[in-house]
């Protein structure tokens, strides 16, 4: 493989954007520079580039996360949030990227329909990166890949279990990522939070080539049972907050609690991309116990982030 895995000028939508193999170097290189960063080598590889940063949602790892991976690289991020934000006047996305693009050397954004990423990336010669859509949250993905191969050492034929929302962002980014790297994928949601259907067959697909697999139930013992990996996610996501009342029903057996934990392997580790709503999705005895992963899995993003943009900007 290339220097670059052929990863230069590419954008990522999705975390099945990248092929196995391109998802398993850019876990390489991110662990590469965690490890050359704690070791004390300092170096520059995107001095004098600019990243633009747009985020339409509120956003704490994300932001910061991106900002300080810029900051390694030596590229300046230009971040553009709240109500006088890129979008604030009407513009049209081809104008917006046609614009961008004549800046910066690649443009992360977050929003809420993916039809607004697919639209920037058609218009930007730069990489855009999908920094969290209603469908899909491919940066992190990278992080809690990244961190369960720091724990296990390997991901292929690992059983990875959700618990929340089957169809949300983490969702289908985990069938997705999960099947790429040949785990075996469960996800535990009630009936009508069913992932994606066109989600769930691409994952099959990924899965069969892979030696994983991907399936779907609504019983989260079952699902969690032997599992190497649980995680679970907020019951209303950023735009669905007037839901909130709604899925505290619908989700109140799915709960990643002591009692649900207990049918995971003894191994297992505990993930959440947070930010948590203790009480809900998950006790206080699972994130802060000895299980719980989950600020590492926030640090990932850093170096994640920071082993992507230095392999696809150009
Ligand atoms: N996990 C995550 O994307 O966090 P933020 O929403 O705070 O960026
Ligand atoms: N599913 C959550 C993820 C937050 C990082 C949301 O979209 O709000």
């Known amino acids: 493989m290339s220097s670059r895995a052929g990863l230069c000028g590419r954008d990522l939508l999705a975390i099945d954007d990248l092929t196995s193999a391109e998802l398993a170097y850019v876990l390489d290189r991110a662990a590469e520079a965690k490890s050359a960063w704690r070791l004390g080598e300092r170096s520059a590889p995107l001095a004098g580039r600019a990243v633009a940063i747009v985020l339409q949602k509120p956003s704490l790892r994300t932001r910061i996360s991106f900002e300080v991976a ?9 971040v553009m949030t709240g109500p006088d934000g890129a ?4 513009e049209s996305i081809a104008d917006t990227a046609r614009v961008m693009e004549r800046y910066v050397d690649a443009i992360v954004l977050r929003t809420y329909e993916q039809s607004v990423l697919e639209g920037f990336a058609s218009s930007a010669s730069v990489p855009v990166v999908n920094a969290l859509s209603d469908e899909h949250h491919p940066c992190q993905g990278l992080a809690d890949l990244l961190t369960i191969k720091e724990r296990f050492g390997t991901l292929s034929g690992l059983a990875f279990t959700f618990v929340g929302d089957g169809s949300n962002n983490m969702a289908h980014t985990y069938l997705l990522g999960g099947a790429l790297c040949g785990m075996h994928v469960s996800v535990a949601t009630p009936i009508g939070y069913q992932p994606d259907a066109k989600v769930l067959a691409r994952a099959r697909g990924l899965a069969d080539a892979s030696g994983g697999s991907v ?13 190497s990996v649980v995680a679970t996610d907020t019951w209303a996501s950023m735009g669905q907050e007037g839901e909130h009342d709604d899925r505290a029903d619908a989700f109140a057996c799915y709960q990643v609690n ?33 299980q719980s992963v989950v600020f590492d899995e926030a640090e990932n993003r850093l170096h994640a982030q920071q ?8």
Do not use: K, N, Q, W
């Open 215 to 227: 399936s779907v139930c609504t019983d989260a013992a079952r699902a969690v049972s032997g599992a």
């Open 70 to 78: 810029c900051a390694r690289l030596g590229a300046h991020p230009v």
């Open 87 to 90: 979008f604030s006047r009407g």
């Open 307 to 314: 082993a992507l943009l230095e392999l696809i900007i150009v």
């Open 258 to 290: 002591e009692a649900l934990m207990a049918y995971a392997d003894s191994s297992a580790i505990f993930l959440h991309c947070l930010p948590a709503h203790r009480g809900e999705e998950v006790t206080d005895f699972v994130i802060d116990g000895r």
